[in-house]
């Protein structure tokens, strides 16, 4: 069983159009986040949510629009698709968040969601 | 301000060979320290963490590191890789009381010559 899903694998869009990726964990996390991957590799924490709570919202545009409908999923819409959205987003989840816990740090990452906006 | 550099961006070794990349921080506290690992096409998988004690720590894939405050570095090496080990590698600092503070290098890509 995959611990943490994310679909579609790979999306190719024009610019202008809304997307969404879905993101599922079944290891019982209280957290959630999406992260950003450029083409340089860069790695850039997006969102982080808790218990379906915002915790983080890393100065990221307003188009980008983060879902938690329970605590095992965490969806990234993405309204009006610019160039430079173009990039691998990866959701993740960890156990818990500051509780000083030190298996509350440590990320389990989906597979990663190829955006291509055209 | 907290930062990661992983001063190698791409790395040769022959196969067999052993390994070191590099990692150094800036952080206000003692922090937590990750190495995560990425194949192509795959998310990141934890080789290893530091949170405290033993400042040597063993990971999987029989990769260890170092934990070293006087240098502000946690190297990771590898004594024989073997092809399967080409990926990149992410050095990642984190707070103790937040993962969502978790900041990750740049990266170290690793190829394994036959």
């Known amino acids: 069983d995959t611990a943490v899903s994310q679909t579609p694998k790979y999306l190719v869009t024009q610019m202008g159009n809304d997307k969404s990726i879905k993101c599922e964990q079944n290891l019982g996390h209280d957290t959630m986040y999406w992260y950003k991957q450029d083409s340089k590799k860069f790695l850039k924490i997006m969102f982080s949510?808790?218990?379906?709570?915002?915790?983080i919202n890393e100065t990221v545009p307003n188009r980008f629009s983060p879902k938690s409908p329970d605590k095992a999923h965490l969806n990234l819409h993405i309204n009006s698709l610019e160039l430079g959205d173009s990039a691998v987003y990866f959701c993740?989840?960890?156990?818990?968040f500051g509780t000083g816990s030190s298996g509350a740090n440590v990320l389990t990452f989906g597979a990663g969601s190829r955006l291509t906006v055209l | 301000a907290q930062s990661v550099t992983q001063p190698d961006i791409h790395i040769t070794v022959s196969e067999g060979a052993s390994l070191e990349l590099r990692c150094n921080y800036s952080?206000?506290?003692?922090?937590?320290l990750f190495w995560y690992v990425q194949s192509p096409g795959q998310g990141l998988q934890l080789l290893l963490k530091?949170?405290?004690?033993?400042?040597l720590v063993q990971g999987i894939k029989g990769f260890e590191a170092e934990f070293k405050r006087s240098q502000s570095s946690f190297n990771l090496r590898k004594p024989s890789v073997h092809w399967s080990d080409a990926a990149e590698y992410f050095c990642a600092v984190g707070a103790r009381s937040s993962a969502s503070k978790i900041i990750f290098g740049s990266g170290t890509r690793l190829s394994i010559r036959p």
């Open positions: 530091y949170f405290s004690g033993d400042t």
């Open positions: 949510y808790n218990n379906k709570e915002l915790i």
């Open positions: 993740a989840s960890s156990q818990d």
């Open positions: 952080y206000g506290a003692t922090p937590y």
